[in-house]
């Protein structure tokens, strides 16, 4: 029997026609399951046992009341002021003091997120919610803590600039406002594509530095390295390279100009000094590869941190391009320093073309073996499947940062243009809220959907207004200096580079799994009914971008969120509000996205049949991760799922044990423990002497070697492949 069904119908009736009127402005429809679960929460904090009570009874005299005195709309707070004064009335002291702490204490809980003082103060007693919610930032480190200090004022004058209800809904779980330590207190921008080939074939300006085009790759590396670190200051999300290999291959061959004339001075023969001039320019380009790996891992950005950095390559067919992603892949496996420890940035994203290097009988396949070797030692490269990316965003480019893609676009010229763009913000919804408020009734999930979409088209679409409000020199090296492709003067408007759908908007999502399985049960990744309500979410979502798209003239794109703590705090808000529910949130965490329930332990082909279909609605954001074992001494393994892909999923990443132990020589997957992570063999756990990489959502990590996530190492283990 339904909780509510001991309402007479011309009650229910009336009652239907009742408007809620909430603080922050809006309208919604009355619920009178609302005050049902308010109460029951106020008795289970009496003793814990609701049948002492007879909620019905006081749920009459509520419902009741609310009639009587009004008629169609009602403040919510006149709501509040019927039910105590009901529970007073029918002599129930001790549960209305009991309500009236609940209401009071989830006021002041509103309130303390809007206090600055009690910000701080969250950060200097270090609440572990605040200084590990980024696994790449070591708390304890100065200028790290500095930015994580002005991070948190930041984050509350920020939630007073929101539209009210869209603050009271990041507040609530409804929906989360990403890195609001960041925006919209500045006017920032979120990740992006730079334009390397831009600046670096036209000069660029750093500081009071006039940069002209570098004549060689150490030079033109070296300048990557120091774009990247400005670029990084001046937005708070990763900054991507795209097709590295071909912009970088023509100051390689500028090298390989000058050893020729080199050679020509000291060799005789035409066929000696042009092997001379080859062999030279290979090391030089290795050189310069090794020197921008050291080079970004030796960086750190205003945010106190390594710059989110993804390089992609693999589609450069001549000598040059070649030699470039070699030399990529052969530094990445050489490891950084004298231990050779697994390098964390910048992230590598190879991309596999039929007909370039898939096929044994490809041009480029000997490069493929190299970045499948590179993958079962450092995790990297990730793979981008050129046919089918296409088929999903329309082009092929590297993502934005760890996921974010960017649709084909052209310009007034009818160019393809992919680096210089960028995307302005994420908001997040929660869906496994709107499934357990549904109640099970499918008509309540979609209206309710419909309602939360609402707020987070209102959340982007101030985004892309506080973005719009930054002046080009307030961040010179986007705007002015070619990062972000055109290049502006310092009285342009900036929204000329984000309208016409140049920039993308994204409507993150979280729990498609724990949807599902409040409807369907938790084994239901093979019921075709279920997997297509799921499908049919996406469509809605999508159906709903592309209506705001057109309104407003930005790309507004559905994105696969990288949950690194997101999963946490929907699940921990949720569980806090409903109670355990059985694989919803008695796991502790949501599962991220679209990805199939890791607990299942599915193989990579079963995981990869299972996601193929989301990411064609989800087409601004997305990646498939597959689980393996140690693959050092058996690549081909990869390989069979990388080729097995290769027509189904248009981005793919591995992760396998690579923890080396650098006492006993141990490699494989470390134990987590209570101290940090041990060598299973030796029992080693000094950070010394080991080293431990484990991927925390689209970036890799070394968690041991951060001090502000130890005594948190069992959890990252068990929540990284649900993150993933």
């Not at 150490?218 to 912009?247: F, H, L, P």
């Not at 030699?323 to 990445?332: M, N, Y």
């Not at 590598?348 to 290097?357: C, E, Q, S």
């Amino acid at each position: 029997m339904k909780k509510l069904e001991f309402v007479e119908e011309n009650l229910r009736n009336k009652l239907n026609n009742f408007i809620v009127i909430k603080r922050d402005g809006r309208r919604v429809e009355f619920e009178c399951d609302k005050i049902y679960a308010a109460i029951s929460k106020a008795i289970l904090s009496i003793d814990g046992n609701i049948s002492t009570y007879d909620i019905s009874k006081i749920m009459k005299e509520i419902l009741s009341e609310i009639t009587t005195r009004f008629s169609n709309d009602i403040k919510i707070y006149e709501i509040q002021s019927v039910v105590e004064h009901t529970l007073i009335k029918l002599g129930e002291e001790v549960l209305a003091e009991s309500y009236i702490s609940y209401r009071t204490k989830k006021d002041i809980e509103r309130d303390k997120n809007l206090d600055i003082n009690f910000a701080i103060k969250k950060l200097v007693n270090r609440d572990e919610n605040l200084v590990n919610e980024n696994a790449n930032k070591d708390s304890l480190v100065f200028n790290t803590h500095r930015d994580l200090t002005s991070g948190v004022v930041a984050k509350t004058i920020g939630l007073k600039m929101l539209p009210t209800h869209v603050a009271n809904a990041h507040q609530k779980g409804e929906l989360h406002y990403h890195d609001l330590d960041y925006s919209p207190y500045q006017p920032l921008t979120n990740c992006c594509l730079i334009d390397f080939q831009e600046m670096l074939t036209k000069g660029f300006k750093i500081g009071n530095a006039d940069v002209e085009s570098p004549k060689s790759i150490t030079t033109s590396t070296a300048q990557m390295a120091q774009i990247i670190a400005n670029v990084a200051s001046s937005q708070y999300g990763g900054c991507s390279a795209d097709r590295i290999d071909e912009v970088l291959a023509p100051f390689a061959k500028l090298n390989y100009k000058k050893n020729l004339e080199l050679a020509k001075e000291w060799i005789d023969g035409k066929e000696k000094q042009e092997q001379f001039a080859k062999e030279k320019t290979i090391k030089d380009i290795y050189d310069a590869m090794q020197s921008l790996e050291y080079e970004i891992n030796t960086l750190y950005s205003s945010q106190g941190q390594t710059p989110f950095t993804s390089l992609g390559f693999g589609l450069g067919e001549d000598f040059f391009s070649r030699e470039i992603q070699k030399a990529i892949l052969k530094v990445r496996i050489e490891g950084l320093g004298i231990e050779k420890r697994t390098a964390i940035f910048p992230k590598l994203i190879f991309t596999i073309k039929d007909g370039v290097n898939l096929k044994s009988t490809d041009p480029n396949y000997d490069i493929k073996k190299l970045a499948l070797e590179c993958s079962t030692k450092r995790m990297y490269p990730d793979v981008i499947m050129y046919d089918t990316l296409v088929k999903i965003t329309g082009s092929c480019k590297t993502p934005m940062g760890c996921r974010s893609f960017l649709p084909a676009w052209k310009d007034e010229l009818g160019n393809n243009v992919e680096s210089g763009r960028m995307n302005l913000g994420v908001v997040t919804l929660n869906l496994p809220r709107i499934a357990i408020e549904s109640n099970g009734i499918k008509d309540k999930f979609w209206q309710l959907l419909r309602d939360r979409l609402e707020i987070c088209k209102d959340a982007l679409v101030y985004r892309a207004k506080r973005c719009g409000e930054a002046k080009p020199e307030n961040a010179p090296i986007l705007y002015m200096h070619g990062a972000f492709g055109k290049r502006l003067d310092s009285t342009d408007s900036v929204n000329q580079l984000f309208k016409n759908k140049r920039s993308t908007l994204s409507l993150g999502y979280i729990g498609l799994y724990e949807v599902a399985t409040l409807f369907y049960g938790g084994e239901w990744e093979t019921n075709k009914e279920a997997k297509q309500f799921t499908l049919d979410i996406m469509k809605e979502l999508k159906r709903n971008v592309d209506l705001w798209t057109e309104e407003y003239d930005y790309w507004f794109s559905i994105y696969s969120t990288p949950s690194e703590s997101l999963t946490d705090r929907f699940c921990r808000l949720d569980k806090e509000k409903y109670g355990s529910i059985k694989n919803v949130t008695d796991k502790d965490y949501y599962t991220n996205s679209y990805h199939y329930d890791v607990r299942k332990k599915p193989t990579p082909f079963e995981k990869l049949d299972f996601e193929k279909d989301y990411p064609y609605y989800a087409s601004g954001g997305f990646i498939h991760y597959c689980e393996y074992p140690v693959l050092k001494q058996n690549p081909k393994a990869l390989e069979a799922v990388w080729d097995y892909a290769y027509d189904k999923v248009g981005y793919l990443g591995t992760n396998t044990p690579i923890d080396r132990c650098y006492e006993c020589d141990y490699e494989g997957d470390f134990e987590p423990t209570k101290k940090g992570f041990k060598c299973p063999n030796c029992g080693n756990n000094n950070p010394k002497t080991c080293d431990v990489v484990k991927r925390t959502c689209g970036y890799l990590g070394n968690p041991q070697a951060r001090p502000m996530i130890k005594g948190r190492h069992k959890e990252i283990v068990s929540r990284v492949k649900h993150m993933n």
